[in-house]
């Protein structure tokens, strides 16, 4: 994986099962069990994304199966009155779906996802057509990347721009991803901007900062 900051790009899904807005519910969860994922962008003929279909927007179907014809239903949301009696991808879907593109960082990413409780985000061109889909397990990806990766990273993008020589090297040991910094600095006040840079390095778990100012 490239240095950072990283991006969707670099960690989605191209290969993506989507269905079109005709697509019928028997043939929705087919797909959703044969290909494992929870939700299925639809999409319009141009491959433009027109929403989302989830497991969710499903369950309504059975959650209302028994539900007598004359009970009261005020207490029930429309929504998910409709999609109990959907049976396409375009009744069942959410519109418009919550997208990202390919270029936005993966806090942005991460952000979506926590504010619309959202597990994948299909990612699309600046025209709308899918071109590939983020998860969370993508997202987490990059916890993955070698200690050896992140300690050069952080040396090159971080220690020597604000700590160049002739002053005393910082040292930086990686290990399981947390990050120590040792060594002593001519300008205390460059110390939390530090901190702040190497822990938005992707792939970072912890930093622990030993730094001391001249």
Not at 56 to 62: C, G, V
Not at 70 to 78: E, I, V
Not at 126 to 138: F, I, K, P, Q, Y
């Amino acid at each position: 994986m490239p240095s950072g900051p990283h991006r969707v790009g670099d960690v989605m899904t191209r290969d993506v099962v989507a269905v079109g807005r005709a697509a019928l519910f028997k043939d929705i969860v087919v797909r959703m069990e044969r290909w494992r994922v929870g939700a299925l962008p639809v999409l319009e003929d141009d491959g433009r994304v027109a929403g989302v279909v989830s497991e969710a927007d499903l369950l309504p179907k059975e959650e209302f199966r028994d539900t007598p014809p004359d009970a009261d239903t005020r207490l029930r949301r429309p929504a998910d009155l409709a999609r109990a009696a959907a049976v396409t991808a375009e009744q069942l879907m959410s519109s418009p779906a919550v997208t990202v593109h390919a270029d936005a960082t993966l806090a942005e990413a991460a952000r979506l996802m926590a504010l619309g409780h959202i597990e994948r985000l299909p990612v699309v061109t600046a025209d709308g057509v899918l071109e590939g889909v983020v998860s969370r397990s993508d997202l987490l990806s990059v916890f993955l990347r070698a200690d050896d990766d992140l300690a050069d990273e952080i040396r090159r993008d971080v220690l020597d721009v604000l700590f160049p020589a002739p002053v005393d090297p910082v040292h930086v040991t990686v290990t399981d991803g947390v990050v120590t910094l040792t060594g002593r600095v001519p300008d205390g006040t460059r110390i939390p901007p530090a901190v702040r840079k190497v822990r938005a390095v992707e792939g970072v778990v912890a930093v622990d900062c030993r730094l001391t100012g001249a």
